[in-house]
T-cell receptor, first 114, second 112 residues
Framework: DTGVSQDPRHKITKRGQNVTFRCDPISEHNRLYWYRQTLGQGPEFLTYFQNEAQLEKSRLLSDRFSAERPKGSFSTLEIQRTEQGDSAMYLC????????????FGPGTRLTVT | AQSVTQPDIHITVSEGASLELRCNYSYGATPYLFWYVQSPGQGLQLLLKYFSGDTLVQGIKGFEAEFKRSQSSFNLRKPSVHWSDAAEYFCAIRDAGNMLTFGGGTRLMVKP
């Protein structure tokens, strides 16, 4: 078990470009979460999957944000037409049925929009 | 809606001294509470959790936390701080929908 992994770890993009981040959860974890963390703040919940079903997406920050988990394994978070205000750390977490109260976090993807 | 407040943004303690980090929450039902630690460039690591039962919970790295319903608090403590404990600490509450709501964090600095 290698833990939650995220790719890339860092992304620099120009305003207006689209970016996509990937998260691989702990194997056999059926729940996957995305959070955003801006400098000096705690993480902020974005969305949540149980298997391939996206059960909560009302917290996605705008319609420029979307997430998928097509086969119930890895997930992607896409931001379209990036803005400077999107610069943040994007964190992924996963949890399993037997430890569903415990979310295990990946190292995050740091996005810088120039 | 639930909320978590960590009143202290920064705390500095001397190595070997005791530590208490404050966390206050607002939630209408029985809370599920967590403390996470984040070192620079690292993800969040779970230190301990409270669901029910004994209000004093033990975690990893020598940390403990006490749930006090009457004060809506879940303070984190350690009897003797090590230099490696310098990091940012987050208190969080889980709602019925599995979403974690985090406090703003407390940055701990340890003086030699």
């Amino acid at each position: 078990d290698t833990g939650v992994s995220q790719d890339p770890r860092h992304k620099i993009t120009k305003r207006g470009q689209n970016v996509t981040f990937r998260c691989d959860p702990i194997s056999e974890h059926n729940r996957l979460y995305w959070y955003r963390q801006t400098l000096g703040q705690g993480p902020e919940f974005l969305t949540y999957f149980q298997n391939e079903a996206q059960l909560e997406k009302s917290r996605l920050l705008s319609d420029r944000f979307s997430a998928e988990r097509p086969k119930g394994s890895f997930s992607t978070l896409e931001i379209q037409r990036t803005e400077q205000g999107d610069s943040a750390m994007y964190l992924c977490a996963s949890s399993g049925e037997d430890t569903s109260y415990e979310q295990y976090f990946g190292p995050g993807t740091r996005l810088t929009v120039t | 809606a639930q909320s978590v407040t960590q009143p202290d943004i920064h705390i500095t303690v001397s190595e070997g001294a005791s530590l208490e980090l404050r966390c206050n929450y607002s939630y209408g039902a029985t809370p599920y509470l967590f403390w996470y630690v984040q070192s620079p460039g690292q993800g969040l690591q779970l230190l301990l959790k409270y669901f029910s039962g004994d209000t004093l919970v033990q975690g990893i790295k020598g940390f403990e936390a006490e749930f006090k319903r009457s004060q809506s608090s879940f303070n984190l403590r350690k009897p003797s701080v090590h230099w490696s404990d310098a990091a940012e600490y987050f208190c969080a509450i889980r709602d019925a929908g599995n979403m974690l709501t985090f406090g703003g964090g407390t940055r701990l600095m340890v003086k030699p």
